[in-house]
């Protein structure tokens, strides 16, 4: 979530994959394609994703793995603009923090600032796209490597202990289940992300109405632009529905 400041601080393979296969047999498992699940349980998937953005009690555990998608963003838009990354903390209120040191202005802060409540829909819409495309192994496996590298950053005891139950579960899938498993789990994810990053918006959009919030990303970025906040708001929400619908569209092959 929100607890960022700039200095910055800004907030499917077969078993056994990794045990007999050859290199060409993995290179082939990696990034060779895998059929399409049944249009039910891609409806399905998308209902299951939904029951655990729409409930409250059930958003305050889920959005756990927004957060996670949330700091990565910062995290790794960080990195390729150049800062130094010193670390990532996730909170069990579903707040988190990552502070990156180096320009405290310029497109490398904006860029950073921005990647918070993007990431978890553009996450979710490249995902769409590698399911679109039959790579559901693939998209495993990078999301397992991507959560294993976040943990590297992190800095905390919940957030290591966040981390390593959510890389777990993308590495057993990944590495144990059957295709079909495989295939259900990957959907599901990818829903969760598409739909997951709608309702942050929302909810800040909320915040700010009420005056809270005063620091958010939305705030950090108007002081770096002096653009208004209510115009990065806007930027928020159109990336995370054009990705909701446009996701959608691949996943169910519209």
């Known amino acids: ?22 290199p060409g047999e993995l290179w082939d498992r990696l990034f060779g394609t895998q059929p399409a699940p049944e249009q039910w349980l891609t409806i399905a998937t998308c209902a299951l994703a939904l029951a ?6 059930l958003w305050r555990l889920s959005r ?31 707040s988190g923090l990552t502070v990156s ?12 600032a921005a990647a918070g409540y993007t990431a978890p829909s553009l996450l979710g819409l490249g995902g769409a796209w590698l399911l679109a495309a039959g790579h559901i192994t693939l998209l495993l496996w990078l999301a397992t490597a991507l959560l294993l590298a976040m943990l590297v950053m992190i800095r905390n005891a919940y ?14 899938i990944s590495w144990l289940a059957d295709p079909g498993v495989q295939a259900g789990f990957a959907y599901a994810a990818v829903w969760f992300l598409l739909l997951g990053g709608v309702r942050p918006v929302f909810e800040l959009q909320a915040k700010r109405r009420h005056g809270g919030a005063p620091d958010s990303d939305a ?10 906040p209510a115009m990065w708001l806007f930027l928020f929400h159109a990336v995370s529905i054009c990705s909701l619908i446009g996701g959608g569209r691949w996943l169910l092959d519209l």
């Not at 979530?1 to 050859?22: I, V």
């Open 1 to 22: 979530m929100d607890n960022h400041h700039s200095a910055y601080l800004l907030g499917s393979a077969s078993p056994g994959l990794l045990g007999s296969a050859s």
């Open 219 to 228: 705030d950090q970025l108007s002081r770096l632009t002096h653009v208004p």
């Open 101 to 112: 040191r180096g320009r405290p202005t310029g497109l490398g802060m904006v860029l950073t």
């Open 52 to 57: 655990a953005v729409l409930p409250r009690p």
């Open 64 to 94: 756990n793995a927004v957060t996670i998608a949330h700091e990565g963003g910062h995290g790794l838009i960080a990195l390729l603009t150049g800062r130094r990354l010193e670390g990532i903390r996730l909170h069990s209120d579903t």
């Open 159 to 172: 957030g290591a202990l966040t981390m390593i139950l959510t890389g777990a579960a993308f590495l057993l």
